[in-house]
């Protein structure tokens, strides 16, 4: 059962390097879980079987889960969803609408808040917004090209920094369907490298922001990356970015 984490988490790179293609298998991901969890929680009432409080908090809040993204999504695998740029985001926010139990795909979010524009109204409004991400049971994925364009604020609460780069097809010996592999961080090339290029993958390093190991004056001695190998081609028809930044 999807246990979700109300984070705000940064997908980066270079041009073409898969950033949006990565976030958006990570939301389509997350959505799937929760409508997997939804089903059976469903499948236990409708067997009149007593959920116990933990599942039944659990299922008001993932039934009532929502998604959000200024991408064009193809609604004939992602369902309804709510369009919407960063900027009538903000104006949402300002106006005290409630936005909660939201996953929200913002593509480019730098276009909006950048980081020399840190004084602007904009800016300070979102900063209110993203302090509460946790509080309303949110989750925020966003797209930039590198950590220093976007917005200060949104930086220092940004709990995962994902790095995406293209790569080949990778042959790895390991019998665990779901590919999640941790490696110190200027270590992790050490792949051999399937020539025939049976797919077209790309490759996610996760940064995570809390480190691990420190020492005992609390310095961090290395830190961990998680990388991930997605298929590429099976996201390829989810999304197009026509975006509506």
Do not use: P
Request: hydrophobic share 40%.
């Amino acid at each position: 059962m999807v246990n979700l984490t109300f984070e705000i988490a940064c997908f980066m790179g270079k041009a073409r390097a898969g950033k949006t293609l990565s976030m958006v298998a990570n939301g389509y991901e997350t959505l799937l879980a929760i409508k997997e969890s939804v089903y059976y929680l469903e499948k236990k009432l409708k067997e009149k079987k007593k959920l116990t409080d933990t599942e039944l908090r659990r299922y008001n809040l993932l039934a009532d889960f929502k998604l959000m993204s200024n991408l064009n999504l193809n609604k004939k695998i992602f369902g309804d969803y709510t369009q919407m740029s960063a900027e009538s985001l903000l104006e949402m926010y300002k106006e005290k609408k409630e936005i909660k139990h939201y996953l929200i795909l913002m593509d480019d979010l730098f276009k909006t808040l950048d980081n020399r524009d840190f004084l602007k109204e904009k800016n300070k409004i979102f900063s209110y917004f993203i302090t509460e991400i946790g509080k309303k049971e949110n989750i925020l994925l966003y797209v930039s090209h590198f950590e220093n364009m976007v917005e200060l604020r949104l930086r220092n609460f940004t709990e995962k920094f994902i790095y995406c780069q293209k790569g080949e097809f990778i042959n790895i010996k390991i019998s665990n369907r779901n590919l999640r592999i941790f490696k110190e961080f200027d270590n992790y090339y050490d792949w051999e490298h399937n020539t025939k290029k049976e797919n077209e993958m790309y490759i996610q390093q996760s940064i995570l922001r809390n480190y691990v190991n420190l020492n005992n004056n609390l310095e961090v001695k290395k830190h961990i990356v998680a990388v991930e190998y997605v298929k590429a081609n099976k996201y390829f028809n989810m999304y197009n970015t026509g975006e509506i930044i």
